[in-house]
């Protein structure tokens, strides 16, 4: 028996045992595999991995972190990793993983990342989130607010944003930072501040380069809106608009600019190698590639094949290009762009795509610029269907070529339902390939000596005649023909015979 002493002794040992026991499960639950070094990244495979670095976004400065998988995040409103207090400052790669179904909405810096700063981010897809920050500002796709960051390889697609002001389908405001090689095909609204663009809303002393744009932008009653940045004081090289980009602001009079434009709203520094196919539409003014000048503006070898529509009052606001304050040089605006001859003395043998050469795509498309963010499936003939490769896009691009002829069904008896003296019976037919059965079937005639008698009394089943009787008339007639054709051959052999003496 025991003692009390030694049954207190033994609960104690057992709430230890289960303290323990449950410290290690948790921390089995959520810490992240890895040590953070970039031979050994913290590895995030789950949801729950993508909110512990929510959780605590300063635990992983300067740490290298990889996805493993593409993550489903269940729908959930989901913390931004990274605050401005507590910006994430580490290194992401996303290894070509998606990140999907996430809801952001908050009052500041919403994204993935809320806030970053001296953070490396690179080639992960945003898909299916919504951005529901209608009063808020600076919300990004990727990220809310990006200060001294390097983003590369990252696509948003399948989702909205909506903004107070600083929106932007890769990031909403940005400062000292480079974005390359980045696809957004998220629609972007902003209503109640300035700033929105495809892929950034406001960007300070940045670079962007060899990005895509293909969603509509709407600035509402706001101002500075562009398929690529809503503004920007830097370089924009080597990007490209197909989206639309739609303002409502009313400017008060001839000397404001709406900074309504395919490339950027309003700009200061270097916009080059840029084309835009994104109708621009403002009630005030617009242009095709950027609208306002912010300060010393270089513009050079771009073109603008979207259709431009502005409110006359504004005309001498409203271009092309750019405004005549921006020295422009060898920009493309009119004629037939989608032939060659439109591009006089541009490089289409290092430099650009003729137009219809990149996938039929009618203008020029950048040889460095993924344009495209392709999906290629193969798949094989069927019986009814050809073989194919069929190659989709962000964009909306379907092109599907065939590459083998249908197989045609081989049909070969499934079932039998044989005919008898009241109804008819039916041959049904199956495809040994694709197991289709086929729609016709073939009909048996009703065949009258065929008699149903399952209780064997002589009588059928269906048309109530005696069987046996039915036999013996049958044979009685049967033996009448078998006489009438004797006699008949008699006949004949008897004819034959008189004719041949």
């Known amino acids: 028996m025991k003692t009390g002493f030694s ?25 992240l595999t890895g040590t953070g070094t970039e031979a050994d990244p913290y590895v995030v495979s789950d949801a729950a991995g993508m909110k512990e670095l929510a959780a605590d976004p300063a635990k992983y400065d300067g740490k290298y972190i990889v996805l493993s998988n593409d993550v489903d995040m269940g729908g959930v409103a989901l913390t ?92 909403g405001s940005a400062n000292g930072c480079t974005i390359t090689d980045c696809t957004n095909a998220c629609t972007v609204s902003v209503s109640a501040g300035a700033n929105s663009g495809g892929i950034v809303g406001e960007a300070v002393n ?25 503004s920007i004081s830097g370089t924009i090289s080597h990007c490209l608009n197909s989206g639309s980009v739609t303002t409502s602001i009313l400017t008060q009079n001839g000397d404001e600019f709406s ?58 606001n409203s271009n092309p290009i750019a405004p005549s304050s921006a020295g422009n ?43 495209h963010t392709l999906t290629v499936k193969e798949t094989q003939a069927t019986c009814t269907l050809p073989g194919g490769r069929q190659v989709t896009c962000l964009c909306g691009l379907d092109e599907h070529q065939e590459t083998a002829a249908a197989l045609g069904h081989n049909w070969v008896v499934s079932n039998v339902k044989e005919a008898n003296c009241t109804y008819e019976g039916e041959k049904t037919y199956k495809c040994t390939r694709c197991q289709e059965e086929k729609p016709e079937k073939e009909i048996l005639p009703v065949d009258p000596d065929k008699h149903v008698d399952a209780d064997n009394d002589n009588i059928c089943d269906l048309c109530e005649k005696t069987i ?29 015979r008189n004719k041949d003496n």
Request: glycine share 12%; aromatic share 10%.
């Open 7 to 31: 049954k207190v002794l033994s609960v104690v040992l057992c709430l230890i045992l289960m303290a323990a026991t449950a410290s290690v499960a948790f921390a089995a639950d959520t810490a």
């Open 80 to 171: 931004p990793i990274g605050t401005a207090d507590a910006p994430f400052a580490g290194h992401f790669n996303g290894c070509g993983f998606t990140v999907r179904n996430f809801k952001i909405n908050l009052k500041a810096n919403g994204g993935l990342f809320g806030y970053t700063n001296g953070a490396v981010i690179s080639d992960v897809t945003i898909n299916s989130a919504t951005f529901t920050c209608a009063r808020n500002e600076k919300v990004g796709g990727l990220v809310g607010c990006a200060n001294n960051t390097q983003i590369s390889g990252v696509k948003t697609m399948n989702a909205t944003l909506s903004a107070g002001a600083k929106g932007g389908g890769i990031v």
């Open 206 to 230: 940045c670079e962007i380069s060899r990005c895509i744009n293909t969603a509509a932008i709407n600035g509402n009653r706001q101002k500075n809106c562009g398929g690529i940045a809503g």
């Open 259 to 316: 900074g309504t434009a395919g490339i950027a709203g309003s700009a200061s520094g270097t916009v080059a190698f840029c084309g835009n196919a994104g109708n621009v539409k403002s009630l005030s003014d617009g242009s095709g590639i950027v609208n306002a000048v912010a300060g010393q503006l270089k513009i050079n070898d771009c073109y603008n094949a979207g259709g431009l529509e502005f409110d006359e009052e504004f005309a001498g």
């Open 329 to 371: 040089a060898n920009c493309v605006y009119e004629g037939d762009l989608t032939a060659k001859d439109a591009y006089a003395g541009w490089d289409f043998t290092s430099v650009w795509f003729e137009p219809a050469d990149y996938h039929g795509y009618a203008y020029p498309v950048l040889r460095d610029c993924n344009f």
């Open 468 to 496: 046996k009787e039915e036999e013996v008339k049958k044979n009685f007639f049967q033996r009448v023909i078998d006489f009438f054709k004797r006699i008949f051959d008699w006949i004949k052999n008897l004819f034959t």
